[in-house]
């Protein structure tokens, strides 16, 4: 039912664990008016619809715009710059530490908490998704827009460190 209002299987998946979740809270206020299932049904179109009003008011872009081109051998076509070196000049690293730091604390906590799990602690995509309760495609498209995220985010200090 969920699918049906959205059309987008991680968005499904997503909503279906805030259904769940709001259920487990809420369960203390249902007054048996209505059937159980009808209960679960209303809060689970009202997650739906109100998912669908949030990304509604999001600008879409094409995932071919956020996406980099790959060669036929699975290589990024185009050029991604390399900040290694600004990233372990000894002069910077204590800076670039707290660049970094602080980039990952302003990513949405649902895209941070996966971050932290994969690239920081070095768990697996599978271990993530069991210690999250998610699924395994979840944690990847999660872990896919932190990295955007913190690529656009650092691009613009590691651009202005290279040109200094």
Do not use: C
Request: no cysteine; net charge negative; charged share 30%.
């Amino acid at each position: 039912m969920v699918f049906s209002i959205l059309k987008d299987p991680m968005d499904t998946e997503e909503v279906t664990q805030d259904v769940f979740l709001a259920v487990f809270e809420k369960i203390e206020r249902f007054r048996g008016d209505s059937s159980f299932f009808t209960w679960v049904h209303r809060i689970a179109v009202n997650a739906a619809l109100m998912r669908k009003r949030r990304d509604k008011s999001a600008l879409d872009v094409p995932l071919d715009d956020v996406l980099p081109a790959f060669e036929d051998n699975g290589h990024i076509a185009m050029d991604v710059a390399d900040w290694s070196p600004q990233a372990s000049d000894p002069a910077l690293q204590e800076e670039t530490r707290r660049v970094i730091q602080a980039a990952v604390k302003r990513l949405d906590e649902k895209y941070q908490t996966v971050f932290i799990l994969r690239d920081v602690e070095g768990f697996s995509t599978e271990e993530t998704a069991q210690i999250l309760e998610m699924g395994v495609p979840a944690i990847k498209s999660r872990l896919h827009r932190a990295r955007l995220a913190l690529r656009k985010e650092l691009a613009n200090y590691f651009e202005r460190a290279e040109s200094a």
